[in-house]
């Protein structure tokens, strides 16, 4: 039993930092803190967030300013009132939403406004359920609308749409813009879609979108969502008086005709103003805040664009998503707290996990979906402490030892295989540490063979490694003379450096020149080729400076010297830009040799990791103590006299993309030609695999220039059937360019 006990003993300490997590959990919680946060977020992105325009839609506003009230009074006679409305059925609305209580008469001719509640079909007439407000006598049930807006209890603020409440659908009552809507249309379709599929329109549940479930935003039979806005102050709106006086001009008139009109009060001196999201972000003299008129247009028009197929606004997730995405952000701080053997990368991994998880609410925000991110967000931080702190403790009591940080000689040996890296690290004393990283200002060179790949999938595996010895041998020499260090062998690709690990202020010249010193070499390599009747090879160079991390990457036991930088993805994207018997150089090479180059060529184009497109040239002789120049591209490619047919692959990395699609050939050469797409475009430096009829094999080619909706392809493999055709149609008499 004793140990029992302590296994118990040993559990329950092990559980300790996850309970102590959960209680401040559980604090945050009660404190409201995470649903403040959530409704600071969703406010922030219906600021953000394009809203429509409400001129873009049928409803109108009649609003009763400052200068009506002065005029008329704070209690709108009903004579005025029933004029209005006459005005407007004159004009032609569709719908009127009176949006003022008329219960009671007010001045004279309050019989005319209750006759015409009683026969004007489109009149609305609004009642006040919280405020026990009853519509004006005699309306019709059926053109009854609840004016009720119902304001956050947190801030105030009105964030939701009550759409209905079940009782009133039972009654046959309805919200004042349903009710416009209605009599708009002549349908009940919305209605009827509450009544069967509430959830459709009405999502806003307890505990969905950033409220917490005890939140008194929501009750049974409360059918809810949160408000789609319009552009605030957008909707067309014109004063009462300007009704009454008959000065609207003949342009407002039009704008009024067969729209859905709401009469009500604008005035900012009223009570019938809200602080809605919107709010917190634009601030005057005094804090901004929407009639509660204009709040109903927002609500009318939200309702219109559901009925036409475009919901609008922010939609609240489920409450049971949000509690799926706590329990994974749990289970997600655990993963990140034990699993990473690294406290500085678990570390890391915790913090790039928030970013990315902040990043993914902003992004459901913009796309419209808004949820509870604050508590899983605390929750995530909160538990991997806890396993932060369960780790630590038992460090201390297992008394894990720290790393052994010295390193032998022979270990150093183990770990580097350049000659210029040993000679580095020779000069160290072996009682030291290995050296650590530092900043440098190199020049990374990188090759490749082209077609390599495909080679190896026709020929024997012996054969291939007798290509590759006979190709490394002559680059290993031509590099060593140069002083670049040879960082990688990737199979038929080089990684090389020059700057590192030892400096010098010419690495950028001194890489050019011998990237153009491996291409001249490659003849000697094809001449050992073709005497061993191997294939012969064609290579593709790209270089790059800039700064880059250098210095031992790897673990304690097995370790390298390498650099780390984007100097060295951009060199590789750059030499995957190039064809056979090129040197594609960054303009930050070119403009660090001192030595006259000869430029063949220059683009921009669009690389991963950059963040603007990047300016390569082609490089083709330097000249100074090095004088190496490339042979110059000889002339084009002759026209045909009759266009080839052709199919053509675009190509991603090794992957195809989709199947062959037609072309037509115009000119043709060994090492270029020029084709006519009979549908879509290429894109400037896509990599194609080209079939010709009758031809045995595929072309592989690079896009190097369009004119006039003709693709120059430069060539860098054909098959020998290709090069027998291609010498045939010399033979034959092709024309030249220009020719007719």
Same mark, same amino acid.
């Given at each position: 039993m004793p140990g029992s006990g302590r296994r118990l003993a040993s559990i329950l300490r092990q559980l300790m930092p996850y309970a102590a997590a959960l209680g401040l959990l559980l604090m945050v919680r009660q404190s409201r803190l995470s649903e403040r946060l959530n409704l600071f977020a969703y406010d922030l992105a219906v600021q953000l967030r394009p809203a429509p325009s409400g001129g873009s839609t049928p409803v109108r506003i009649i609003g009763i300013n400052e200068a009506d009230l002065h005029r008329y009074g704070p209690l709108v006679s009903?004579?005025?009132?029933?004029?209005?409305?006459?005005?407007?059925?004159?004009?032609?609305?569709?719908?009127?939403?009176?949006?003022?209580?008329?219960?009671?008469?007010?001045?004279?001719?309050?019989?005319?406004?209750?006759?015409?509640?009683?026969?004007?079909?489109?009149?609305?007439?609004?009642?006040?359920?919280?405020?026990?407000?009853?519509?004006?006598?005699?309306?019709?049930?059926?053109?009854?609308?609840?004016?009720?807006?119902?304001?956050?209890?947190?801030?105030?603020?009105?964030?939701?749409?009550?759409?209905?409440?079940?009782?009133?659908?039972?009654?046959?009552?309805?919200?004042?813009?349903?009710?416009?809507?209605?009599?708009?249309?002549?349908?009940?379709?919305?209605?009827?879609?509450?009544?069967?599929?509430p959830a459709s329109l009405a999502d806003l549940e307890p505990g969905a979108g950033g409220y917490l479930p005890e939140a008194n935003v929501s009750a049974p039979g409360y059918l809810q969502r949160m408000l789609p806005f319009h552009q605030p102050g957008s909707f067309p709106?014109?004063?009462?008086?300007?009704?009454?006086?008959?000065?609207?001009?003949?342009?407002?008139?039009?704008?009024?005709?067969?729209?859905?009109?709401?009469?009500?009060?604008?005035?900012?001196?009223?009570?019938?103003?809200?602080?809605?999201?919107f709010s917190q972000w634009r601030q005057g003299e005094r804090r901004f805040t929407l009639s509660g008129v204009e709040i109903h247009a927002h609500r009318l028009a939200a309702l219109l664009a559901n009925a036409d197929g475009r919901p609008l606004g922010i939609q609240a997730a489920p409450s049971l998503v949000n509690r799926l995405v706590l329990v994974a952000a749990i289970v997600a701080g655990v993963i990140a707290g034990e699993a990473v053997p690294s406290l500085r990368r678990s570390l890391a991994v915790v913090a790039a996990g928030m970013v990315l998880a902040v990043g993914a609410t902003a992004g459901l925000l913009a796309l419209g979906v808004w949820l509870d991110a604050a508590l899983p967000l605390a929750a995530f931080a909160l538990i991997a402490a806890a396993a932060w702190s369960r780790r630590g403790a038992n460090q201390q009591i297992k008394g894990l030892a720290l790393e052994s940080e010295g390193r032998t000689m022979r270990s150093l040996f183990d770990r580097f295989v350049s000659k210029q890296v040993a000679a580095e690290l020779l000069g160290t004393n072996s009682t030291t540490a290995p050296p650590s990283t530092e900043l440098r200002n190199v020049t990374v060179l990188m090759s490749d063979l082209r077609g390599f790949s495909l080679l190896s999938q026709d020929h024997h595996p012996d054969l291939m490694v007798r290509l590759l010895n006979n190709f490394l041998a002559v680059m290993f020499e031509v590099v060593e003379a140069y002083g670049g260090t040879i960082d990688e062998v990737l199979g038929d690709a080089i990684l090389v450096l020059f700057g590192a690990p030892h400096q010098r202020h010419d690495h950028a010249e001194a890489a050019l020149a011998c990237a153009l010193a491996m291409q001249l070499a490659m003849e000697r390599v094809n001449q050992t080729n073709a005497s061993q009747g191997l294939p012969l090879l064609e290579m593709g160079l790209g270089l790059c400076s800039g700064?880059?991390?250098?210095?031992?990457?790897?673990?304690?036991?097995?370790?390298?010297?390498?650099?780390?930088?984007? !100097? @060295?993805?951009?060199?590789? =994207? &750059?030499? *995957?830009?190039?064809?056979?018997?090129?040197?594609? /150089?960054? $303009?930050?090479?070119?403009? !660090? @040799?001192?030595?006259?180059? =000869? &430029?063949? *060529?220059?683009?921009?184009?669009?690389?991963?990791? /950059?963040? $603007?497109?990047?300016?390569?040239?082609?490089?083709?002789?330097?000249?100074?103590?090095?004088?190496?120049?490339?042979?110059?591209p000889g002339p084009g490619p002759h026209a045909l006299k009759q266009p080839l047919a052709i199919a053509y692959v675009i190509l991603k990395g090794k992957q195809r993309q989709g199947s062959p699609r037609p072309a037509v050939a115009t000119h043709l050469a060994e090492r270029e030609a020029w084709i006519v797409l009979s549908e879509e475009n290429l894109a400037l430096l896509d990599n194609l695999a080209i079939s010709f009829p009758g031809i045995s094999g595929e072309a592989y080619g690079k896009v190097r220039e369009e004119r006039n909706g003709s693709f120059r392809i430069v060539l860098s493999r054909i098959p020998p059937d290709l090069k027998q055709l291609i010498n045939s149609l010399r033979a034959s008499r092709i024309t030249k360019p220009g020719a007719s």
């Amino acid at each position: 039993m004793p140990g029992s006990g302590r296994r118990l003993a040993s559990i329950l300490r092990q559980l300790m930092p996850y309970a102590a997590a959960l209680g401040l959990l559980l604090m945050v919680r009660q404190s409201r803190l995470s649903e403040r946060l959530n409704l600071f977020a969703y406010d922030l992105a219906v600021q953000l967030r394009p809203a429509p325009s409400g001129g873009s839609t049928p409803v109108r506003i009649i609003g009763i300013n400052e200068a009506d009230l002065h005029r008329y009074g704070p209690l709108v006679s009903d004579r005025f009132l029933a004029d209005a409305v006459e005005r407007l059925d004159r004009i032609g609305v569709r719908a009127i939403g009176l949006d003022m209580f008329c219960g009671q008469p007010v001045g004279d001719g309050w019989q005319r406004l209750r006759r015409l509640a009683v026969t004007n079909p489109r009149l609305v007439s609004v009642y006040f359920e919280l405020d026990a407000k009853q519509a004006i006598p005699g309306t019709p049930a059926n053109r009854q609308g609840s004016a009720d807006l119902y304001t956050d209890p947190q801030d105030g603020l009105v964030r939701r749409d009550l759409l209905h409440i079940t009782e009133e659908l039972q009654q046959g009552k309805a919200s004042l813009p349903m009710r416009m809507l209605q009599i708009a249309t002549g349908q009940n379709q919305q209605l009827k879609r509450l009544q069967q599929h509430p959830a459709s329109l009405a999502d806003l549940e307890p505990g969905a979108g950033g409220y917490l479930p005890e939140a008194n935003v929501s009750a049974p039979g409360y059918l809810q969502r949160m408000l789609p806005f319009h552009q605030p102050g957008s909707f067309p709106s014109m004063s009462l008086s300007s009704l009454l006086d008959e000065k609207l001009s003949p342009s407002q008139e039009k704008q009024l005709r067969g729209t859905l009109v709401l009469i009500g009060v604008v005035a900012p001196s009223s009570k019938d103003n809200f602080t809605v999201p919107f709010s917190q972000w634009r601030q005057g003299e005094r804090r901004f805040t929407l009639s509660g008129v204009e709040i109903h247009a927002h609500r009318l028009a939200a309702l219109l664009a559901n009925a036409d197929g475009r919901p609008l606004g922010i939609q609240a997730a489920p409450s049971l998503v949000n509690r799926l995405v706590l329990v994974a952000a749990i289970v997600a701080g655990v993963i990140a707290g034990e699993a990473v053997p690294s406290l500085r990368r678990s570390l890391a991994v915790v913090a790039a996990g928030m970013v990315l998880a902040v990043g993914a609410t902003a992004g459901l925000l913009a796309l419209g979906v808004w949820l509870d991110a604050a508590l899983p967000l605390a929750a995530f931080a909160l538990i991997a402490a806890a396993a932060w702190s369960r780790r630590g403790a038992n460090q201390q009591i297992k008394g894990l030892a720290l790393e052994s940080e010295g390193r032998t000689m022979r270990s150093l040996f183990d770990r580097f295989v350049s000659k210029q890296v040993a000679a580095e690290l020779l000069g160290t004393n072996s009682t030291t540490a290995p050296p650590s990283t530092e900043l440098r200002n190199v020049t990374v060179l990188m090759s490749d063979l082209r077609g390599f790949s495909l080679l190896s999938q026709d020929h024997h595996p012996d054969l291939m490694v007798r290509l590759l010895n006979n190709f490394l041998a002559v680059m290993f020499e031509v590099v060593e003379a140069y002083g670049g260090t040879i960082d990688e062998v990737l199979g038929d690709a080089i990684l090389v450096l020059f700057g590192a690990p030892h400096q010098r202020h010419d690495h950028a010249e001194a890489a050019l020149a011998c990237a153009l010193a491996m291409q001249l070499a490659m003849e000697r390599v094809n001449q050992t080729n073709a005497s061993q009747g191997l294939p012969l090879l064609e290579m593709g160079l790209g270089l790059c400076s800039g700064d880059v991390v250098a210095g031992t990457i790897g673990s304690q036991q097995r370790a390298k010297y390498g650099v780390v930088g984007a !100097a @060295v993805n951009l060199a590789a =994207r &750059i030499e *995957a830009l190039s064809v056979g018997g090129e040197v594609l /150089a960054a $303009e930050s090479t070119v403009h !660090a @040799v001192a030595a006259s180059l =000869r &430029i063949d *060529a220059e683009y921009r184009v669009e690389v991963k990791g /950059a963040n $603007e497109p990047l300016h390569v040239f082609a490089v083709g002789a330097i000249a100074g103590s090095h004088n190496l120049v490339l042979p110059i591209p000889g002339p084009g490619p002759h026209a045909l006299k009759q266009p080839l047919a052709i199919a053509y692959v675009i190509l991603k990395g090794k992957q195809r993309q989709g199947s062959p699609r037609p072309a037509v050939a115009t000119h043709l050469a060994e090492r270029e030609a020029w084709i006519v797409l009979s549908e879509e475009n290429l894109a400037l430096l896509d990599n194609l695999a080209i079939s010709f009829p009758g031809i045995s094999g595929e072309a592989y080619g690079k896009v190097r220039e369009e004119r006039n909706g003709s693709f120059r392809i430069v060539l860098s493999r054909i098959p020998p059937d290709l090069k027998q055709l291609i010498n045939s149609l010399r033979a034959s008499r092709i024309t030249k360019p220009g020719a007719s």
